[in-house]
Structures are given as C-alpha cells and as structure tokens.
C-alpha cells in the first residue's frame, strides 16, 4: 500500500460577497468540505464542468488562496497552521503547473532566469551554478542550451509549457498540481507533454494532482480519478472503476458524452435537465438534486456524504444499491 504523501481534510473555501462597501451577507461556497487523499508517486485525476471549483481546490491546497476551514497535511503536517517563514520551506517540495502557458512565464525574462528564479529565492544557487541548474532542468524537459537567453514570445506554445514544467521541477519537489496543463495546446504537442510528465514521475516518483476536461485525458493520466460537482466531491474510485463502472449519475452523464471514434459504435447519450445550483449559499440536500434522473424528496433535504459503495469506491448518492 503507498504512503499518503497529501491528505485533504473537509476543506472549504468560501468567497465573501460584499452588499455594501463593508457589509457583507452572503458567500460562494467555491470549495465545500472536500477531503481526499493521494500516496507517493500516484496520479488522482480531478474532473467535473467548468466553475465547479477544480482550480479553486488546487490553489486552496497549496494555500496560494487562503482556505475558509479544514486541514491540508503534507507528510502529516498540517500546512493551513504554518507560519510564512515554515511554509517557504514547505513550497520546496509542492509546486504547480497553470493552464496557459503564455500568461504563466514573464514576457520580460529570458528562459534562463525564469528557470533559475526558484534556485535565486531559495538560496539554492547563484550565478554560473543556477545557469548549469537551468541548462540542467530544460534538457530534462525536451528543450536545451539554445533555449537559454530567448524570450517566451520566440517559443511556441509547447516550449512554453515544458519551460512552466522546468521551473516547477527546479527545487526536487514530491508533488505537482497540473492544472489543465495541456488545455491550450495542439493536440499532438499535447500527446508529447503528457508522456514528458509520465516520463518525469517515473524518473522522480512524483506525486501528480492531474486536472483536466478532457475525460481521456484523465484517463490516460490517473490512477485514480474525483469527480467533482459544484464544489464537492461526488464519486472516487480507481480510473478503471470510474470508467468501466461509474456510479454516480453525473459521472454517468459526464462518461457518456465521450466521442467514440468508431462511427460503426453508438453509445446512448446522457442529456442532464435542470441548471446548476448557484454556489452563493446552496440550498439544503444533494448539489445534483435538479439534474437528477433518480432524485427523490429526500435528496432535496438531506445532504450526502461520500460512502462506500464498493471497495476503494466512494459515492455521494442516495440511490446507489
């Protein structure tokens, strides 16, 4: 069994909304009381539509936003009761990768002092010693010395997002978060980052929190996946279960909209009815309840938590069997 290197416990954050000029009565319920848990050297894949609060649980986890409440331990630490000063030590060995690489780098600096950034405010190196480093980090990744003193305007958009990974590999970091690292790239310079990133977890034994759309992708990637709904986690399980089995039925519906290339093959497709719930103070009960082809009175009053349904397989639904 791997050792957990990340536990996410009933984490919330929570978005203030200002009805006046210091008044404030209501919140977006952004992240709300997500747990979750990813071992050494594995790859949990999160999932779920846009605004649903995937980018907003990476941020909060590695406290680039500041969470409402609940525990993020590191190697059993619990990062949320750090001071600055602990925490910069802490960021070492947690780093992430954005989604778009053009706004991610600095327009202004060249490839070499943007890889090298993270060894000068570390105090790991200086000088000729951070160039080697860089040099070192950007062979890793595909790129090499001629990358070196060019600005990211005179690379392409896959350059750019194997120097984004550079960097975060520049301080020997045990878990990443790639978030939608591949979403503004073509699609085959997305193949080649993908097995680069598989290629460096085997080397590194990196841990990865992979978020994506793109169901495939998550499924290429992961070991094991989250689906998540308006804030909350709604079904975890291994790749294979989530795909092969899914549970829930927005995971259903979700699985259900994948293209098959196969024209030959039909698959029936899952149409969802019903808007999403607004996040700004959610009613009572089941997030799914207003999409949901099975939901009852009680799924409107009661709210689910994840349950096993089967082996190392969690479910949020009233009407699993």
């Known amino acids: 069994m791997l050792r957990i290197l990340l536990e996410v416990r009933n984490l919330k954050k929570y978005f203030p909304i200002k009805t006046g000029l210091f008044k404030t009565t209501r919140y ?7 747990s979750l848990i990813i071992g050494e050297n594995e790859t949990l894949g999160l999932v779920g539509e846009s605004g649903c609060g995937k980018s907003t649980l990476a941020r909060t986890i590695l406290r680039l936003i500041e969470p409402t409440s609940g525990e993020v331990l590191f190697n059993g630490v619990n990062i949320l009761k750090l001071s600055h000063n602990e925490m910069k030590k802490i960021r070492l060995k947690m780093q992430i990768v954005y989604q778009d690489p053009f706004s991610s780098l600095n327009p202004r600096m060249r490839i070499k002092d943007i890889v090298s950034e993270p060894f000068i405010a570390h105090g790991v190196a200086k000088g000729e010693e951070a160039r080697e480093k860089a040099l070192d980090l950007l062979c890793k990744v595909g790129l090499g010395k001629e990358h070196l003193y060019r600005f990211p305007h005179e690379l392409s ?24 690292p591949t979403s503004f790239l073509d ?18 034994k990196l841990s990865y929190l992979f978020i994506s759309h793109d169901l495939r992708v ?8 989250a689906v998540m709904y308006a804030g909350k986690i709604v079904e975890i399980a291994s790749a294979e279960k989530i795909f092969q089995h899914p549970l829930h039925p927005y995971t259903q519906a979700l699985l259900s909209s994948i293209p098959i290339p196969d024209p030959e093959i039909r698959r029936k497709k899952i149409i969802l009815k019903g808007e999403v719930p607004s996040l700004i103070d959610p009613p009572p009960g089941c997030r799914f309840y207003s999409r949901c082809p099975h ?19 969690f479910v949020a639904c009233n009407h699993i069997e």
């Open 218 to 225: 998550i499924y290429h990637m992961s070991d094991r996946v």
């Open 28 to 34: 977006l319920h952004a992240v709300d009381n997500v």
């Open 187 to 204: 699609v085959s310079i997305q193949a080649q980052i993908l097995n680069l990133l598989l290629k460096i977890q085997r080397e590194l």
């Open 295 to 313: 939901a009852s009175p009680t799924c409107r009053k009661e709210e689910v938590e994840l349950l096993k349904a089967e082996d190392n397989h």
């Open 157 to 180: 958009g896959g350059q750019k997002q194997r120097v984004a990974i550079a960097r975060a590999l520049a301080l020997d970091p045990e878990f990443i978060i790639l978030d939608e």
